[in-house]
């Protein structure tokens, strides 16, 4: 392997990363990108590794031996701080973060979200290590736009809905709406990490991914996953999809989202890695300012992208409205728009996104039907009544 060269044209020394979360969504297509095109070592924290399996064996791998997956929990393991000191980084994925649990399991939310990170930024501070921390998109809640009456031309105005690292509030529901549990705390473990570098010198990264999606996010219900639990939209849609059955919009789906391909993301994350000058002491948006759709903008893509790929056509009325209540339970609540200014990434990193939403829904969901149709197939076949 040609020796890699850093933003600023210096060689860059192979390196040992600990990664938390490494058998999660994000994580699995990191460890993916180190293995194919760089030549760091990783040591792989997760209890799960079903979705970085392909990587872990055979041993004949041409990386063998550069990854090693270590199963435990960061609750209650007394080997992380030794693999956090033989590293020279620290990524930490590790997270609950589908919005299904927030207002349901608030104490598992903000203990996975805060309390379980604390050690980490700990072990990290002590042993002057850098620290890369997943955080959210989330933490700029609501924007500042939505309290603005409905015909305001304000609301038009980009100052009042783009969200920027440096001066945009945080701006989350009462506390009843256990939605923000999330949010908060990854707002507080945000603040606890700069507060560090600023008082005890932590060199750190903050990356606060907007909506990243691809293969392997989440499951779908009933086949890798739980059938009553509920995953991030992405999954929800391509499960309806895979069963014909209409995609349900929350709400009317009116919410906004910026989606971004999970490999241009993971571009952005690889500079942040290898260009530490630049990225430390950062709090870097990561998303596609120009993939804004409503959410049922989504579900009518989705569908005419799903019959294309499937070859199957689709339903007559392809999707259907349903209640926050009904759907999530008491105390849900939305952001209503998140688009990311770019300007820090792009001065600090030079990144870019690439891909269009249409072609990575296409590239997704080409994944999906490969991945699940036969396995749904098969699961909706009923047994013959004896
Ligand atoms: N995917 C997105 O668009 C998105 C958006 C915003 C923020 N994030 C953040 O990025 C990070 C990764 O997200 P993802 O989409 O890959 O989610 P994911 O759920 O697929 O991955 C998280 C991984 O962490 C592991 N994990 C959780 N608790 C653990 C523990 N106590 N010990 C060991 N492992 C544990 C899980 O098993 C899982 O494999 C999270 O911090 C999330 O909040 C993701
Ligand atoms: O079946 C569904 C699922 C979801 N939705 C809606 O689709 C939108 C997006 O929902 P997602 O489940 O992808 O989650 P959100 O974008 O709200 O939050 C996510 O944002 C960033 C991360 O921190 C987390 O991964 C998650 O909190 C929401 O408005 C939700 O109400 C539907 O209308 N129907």
């Not at 060269?5 to 990108?33: N, Q, V, Y």
């Not at 040591?43 to 090693?68: M, T």
């Not at 990193?349 to 994944?367: A, H, R």
């Amino acid at each position: 392997m040609a020796t890699r060269m850093d933003l600023d044209g210096r060689p860059i020394k192979p390196m040992t990363i600990c990664m938390i979360g490494a058998g999660g969504f994000i994580g699995s297509h990191l460890c993916e990108k180190l293995m194919a095109e760089t030549p760091h070592k990783v040591l792989a924290l997760d209890v799960y590794s079903d979705k970085i399996k392909h990587l872990l064996e055979p041993d004949s791998l041409p990386w063998a031996g550069r990854i090693v997956f270590h199963r435990l929990n960061i609750k209650h393991d007394s080997r992380l701080e030794g693999l956090i000191k033989m590293a020279d980084l620290t990524i930490n994925l590790a997270a609950i973060c589908t919005p299904a649990d927030y207002n349901t399991r608030p104490l598992d939310t903000i203990y996975s979200n805060f309390i379980d990170a604390l050690p980490v930024v700990k072990y990290c501070s002590e042993n002057n290590k850098r620290l890369i921390h997943f955080s959210t998109c989330e933490v700029y809640g609501k924007t500042i736009g939505s309290f603005l009456p409905k015909d305001s031309p304000l609301r038009k105005d980009p100052a009042y809905y783009v969200l920027k690292e440096d001066t945009s509030p945080c701006i989350f529901g009462s506390i009843e709406k256990q939605r923000w549990s999330y949010a908060c705390a990854k707002q507080l473990i945000e603040r606890l990490i700069y507060a560090e570098g600023a008082e005890n010198g932590l060199d750190f990264t903050i990356v606060r991914p907007f909506n990243w999606i691809g293969p392997r996010m989440d499951f779908i219900p009933g086949i890798d996953g739980p059938s009553e639990s509920v995953p991030r939209v992405l999954a929800c849609f391509s499960n309806n999809l895979l069963r014909r059955e209409p995609l349900k919009l929350v709400d009317g789906g009116e919410s906004q989202r910026t989606f971004v391909y999970i490999k241009d993301a993971i571009e952005a994350v690889l500079l942040m890695i290898e260009n530490p000058d630049r990225a430390n002491g950062h709090i870097f948006n990561v998303g596609n300012p120009n993939n804004e759709v409503t959410v049922r903008q989504l579900a009518e893509m989705m569908t005419k992208v799903y019959a294309k790929v499937s070859g199957k056509p689709s339903l007559e009325s392809p999707t259907i409205d349903v209640s926050s209540k009904e759907f999530y339970g008491e105390g849900y609540d939305d952001s209503d728009k998140r688009i990311p200014d770019m300007t820090i990434i792009n001065r600090q990193l030079g990144w870019n996104p690439k891909t269009t939403l249409w072609d990575l829904l296409e590239s997704t969901l080409t994944y999906q039907h490969r991945t699940y149709a036969e396995a749904i197939k098969k699961s909706m076949v009923k047994p013959i009544a004896s």
